[in-house]
């Protein structure tokens, strides 16, 4: 089995080879939904189309679910509205796991308005998503869980930002840090934007006010 060291430079070479990360160091930041301005965004949608990147990464989640939790104490898997379904669906596959979707609203009344799939009061959920940014999306299904009578386990993350303070603890197989040492030391960042995207690592919620987002939540 890797290390947790291996499982993130692994990952960081996928994001980095699959051309999954962007910038933008010039003219206006991305905008995350929480309010948050950020020089980097990674977009997770494009691996689900590359078979031997995504078995790789479920590989790899399962080795990092499995060195966490007890599987004989995991009941179902639970996949966030919309991006975290295909990497939820795949490592519920792979460790023999029921499934239910978790929706960002309710679509109808009952216990389980909010998903799709269901599971008994009581049982124990791991909720996957494929990337955390400030821990608000992933709140926001955890809360429907536990409304659901639920008991979550924890919460794992492709990737986890892990630069913005969150009251939840991820596991995670790398963080933005781990991807953006693979993209400097590989050169998929030029001079000029790994010294801005290393001022937003060292303080993003500094970068963030300074560049027309929020400074907190």
């Not at 948050?36 to 990092?64: G, N, T």
């Not at 966490?68 to 009941?75: A, G, P, Y």
């Not at 669906?89 to 009344?109: E, T, W, Y």
Request: net charge negative; charged share 25%; with cysteine.
């Amino acid at each position: 089995m890797r290390t947790q060291e291996n499982r993130a430079a692994e990952t960081a070479r996928i994001i980095t080879d699959s051309g999954s990360l962007y910038t933008r160091t010039d003219g206006d930041p991305f905008f995350f939904s929480s309010g948050w301005a950020s020089p980097v965004f990674i977009d997770c949608k494009k691996l689900i189309s590359s078979p031997v990147d995504r078995d790789l990464l479920v590989e790899m989640a399962v080795e990092c679910i499995t060195a966490h939790i007890n599987l004989d104490s995991l009941d179902a898997i639970a996949g966030c509205e919309l991006t975290g379904v295909p990497f939820a669906a795949l490592i519920a596959d792979r460790l023999n796991k029921p499934l239910v979707l978790v929706c960002k609203q309710s679509k109808g009344f009952g216990r389980l308005a909010q998903f799709e799939g269901s599971f008994e009061p009581g049982q124990r959920i791991l909720l996957v998503d494929d990337l955390a940014t400030d821990g608000a999306s992933e709140s926001v299904f955890l809360a429907a869980l536990h409304q659901a009578e639920a008991e979550v386990l924890s919460t794992f993350v492709l990737i986890d930002f892990d630069v913005f303070a969150s009251e939840h603890k991820m596991l995670s197989l790398a963080t933005l840090e781990d991807i953006i040492d693979r993209a400097k030391s590989d050169g998929y960042l030029g001079r000029r934007e790994a010294d801005e995207v290393g001022k937003f690592t060292d303080d993003a919620p500094a970068w963030s006010r300074q560049n027309g987002g929020i400074g907190a939540l």
